[in-house]
Structures are given as C-alpha cells and as structure tokens.
C-alpha cells in the first residue's frame, strides 16, 4: 500500500453503519472537512450525536449499491460480512472503498492519524491489529513534544510567506 494524505475537504464520504466503529470513522472524515453521509437502519447514541452536531445526512435503511454512486470515499462499516462484501464489489474503480472490518476487501486502510499542528503522522498495520496500531500511533505521539510543533509550525508559516 502507498501511504498518502488525501484532502477530503468537500469531497463525498458516504458511511454505511452506525456503530461504534462506523462513528470513529465519521469523526475522522469530518475532522478532514468531507461531506458525510451515514446509511444505517440504526445509530449507536454516539454515532446520533454526530449526526444532530453536524448536520449529517442519515438514511435510515439497509445500504444499497446505489447509495454509493457519487461517493469519493466509502467506508463500509456494518455488521454484516455479505453486505461489506457485495457493497465492496460493486464500487466503481476509481472510488476510494475502506471496509472496516476486512481491510483486504477495499482499497484504502484508515490509518491512526496523529495532528500535532502541521505535523501529520499515518500509523498502520495495514490491518493486522488495530490494537497495535494504537499503541504504535501513542509512542510516536509521545516522541513529539510541543517545541518540535512550534518549530514545524513557525518553518511552515516561512515557507509560505506567511512571517512579516
């Protein structure tokens, strides 16, 4: 897999569940500035909560092919391994398809991203643990300490002209 960061500011995310697992997903693609859309008979009281905060789209029934069509992003998050699988398949080639429990059915792995101002860091394990990954993504975090991030900072405000 080729690390990348994408800009996902106003691009589709479209979210099929409403789980834990699904909201921990929306909240990394809203943090990014994608539109998101969560498909989902039911929500967990977090997923609802982002949802009323931010004014999400919610279709409240089984995801369909069809709702995927504009969709830059797909993030396939239910319960149902028939359902990831047939939804993953019928995905356009040049749709981005994450599918949360089965990374090797889609395209993209989410990765544990760490912000500490401009400095972005991608932590995966290419869906082996995301126990791990966690881990991993905590001791790195520990290693950047606030003068690191000022000084990143302050280089990216010079590189872009932005210093008087």
Known sequence: MLPLHINMKGKAAVIAG???????????????????????PEASEEMLGLINEHGIEWKKKKAEPGDFKNAFLIILATDDHEAN???????????????ASEAELGNVYVPKIINRGNITISVSTNGASPRHTIRLAGQIDDLIDDELVQEIDELFRKRRGLNP
Do not use: F
């Open 18 to 40: 409403g789980g834990k697992i699904a909201a921990r997903r929306l909240k990394t693609v809203l943090a990014e500035g994608a539109s998101a859309t969560v498909i989902s």
């Open 85 to 99: 699988k047939r939804l993953a398949a019928s995905a356009a080639p040049e749709q981005l398809v994450n599918v």
